[in-house]
């Protein structure tokens, strides 16, 4: 049975949809005013992850990951850029997809922009005022009133009263109450804009995931997710506007993924330790990338250094060289191994426990080539079960020879040496052997001789 810690409980509980046989998940995508740091690619590869799981487990799943392409620091850039906001949203919207690609994470089912979803965000405004839980301030801004909502702090833990006591009034605020938030602002010469009952302006940013959400999946759904960063304010008044405008329950299950750090230091701009996807994708392939993610459980910390990237290159290699040279098309799942799989994914998505798994499947692989029905069938349930993560997708010898090459050896050079070195094996000059072997080692390639007198090769890093 699938068990999933829920933020809002902080317990892990036993998932139960609200229809049999099928899910609504929503998750907080980015916000496309430049391109995807680690932290995104974090949350891609995550729910891409539990996505795939809720799919091999037979769930009819509607994904839904929504793009925020207006709010204050999309029309910033967009003006130091000189350009129009939407051209800077579509370029980063793009680029956002590229990663994702990369990444192997399956596009989410339903994409929603929120400059597409104006009449749902003004319709759930306009209930929510109806409902006295928002007014017009005095600047035309529309505000939520924190106060008039019942429970508000629940999913974060945060006290209504300890919160007020660490705010200051604000001088001549146009706010009722300092913890009120904006739900349409109204808008600035120069800015763009939509035409409301209140003026013309534009959304504020929790009340697009508020709208976006309920009109994918309806005013109650199973699960909603994103980074650990967003708890509060972000989720926690998601909260409050969509149950103070429909009066029901608005999310059965809260999923959050811990925070990225990169070499133990809080990963920011200001630090100068910021990484974006791309700059990444540099140094190393997509599917390493996609590995060391996964080496860690969603919901703790990822501490991201060049050390740990490579200790993800050389698993990978380990488990792609235990697949080199097997035929596993036509295998049969090890029921032992899926076994122990799933109980791993199902406990929390425990994806570092489903990896030890994989390895325990390479380890039994390399010590059963004598039996070629076994390594057939550890081969297939190797693959099926990678695939699951999203990995061991490539034929063994295109990883392990595709590295990174530039200026180095061709393939053709590899394979000219490699006979060369065959030859003078042959012919017993072992000093020669050994100077191709230490020649290709220079380059980054590994050789391997098999029994038979047959010799593979990999690239390191």
Known sequence: MLKIYNTLTRSKETFTPRVPGKVGMYVCGMTVYDYCHIGHARVMVVFDTVARYFRYLGYDLTYVRNVTDIDDKIIQRANENGEDFSRLTERFIDAMHEDERALSVLPPDIEPKATQSMDSIIAMIEKLIANDLAYVGSNGDVFYSVAKFDNYGRLSGKNIAELQAGERVEVDSAKRDPLDFALWKMAKPGEPYWESPWGNGRPGWHIECSAMSTCCLGNHFDIHGGGMDLQFPHHENEIAQSEGATGEKFVNLWMHNGFVRVNEEKMSKSLGNFFTVREVLKQYRPEIIRFFILTSHYRSPLNYSDEHLDEANAALTRLYTALRGIESADGKIDKAYKADFEQAMNDDFNTPEAIAVLF?????????????????????????????????????????????????????????????????????????????????????????DAPGGKTTWRRES
Not at 413 to 435: F, G, M, P, V, Y
């Open 360 to 448: 325990d499947l390479a380890r039994e692989l390399n010590k059963s080539k004598d039996d070629p029905e076994r390594v057939r069938n550890l081969a297939f349930t190797l693959k099926s079960l990678g695939s699951i993560l999203g990995i061991l997708q490539e034929a063994p010898d295109t990883f392990l020879q595709g590295g990174s090459h530039e200026a180095g050896l061709t393939e053709d050079e590899i394979k000219s040496l490699i006979e060369e070195r065959a030859t003078a094996k042959q012919n017993k000059d072992w000093s020669q052997a050994d100077q191709i072997r230490d020649q290709l080692k220079a380059q980054g390639i590994v050789l391997e």
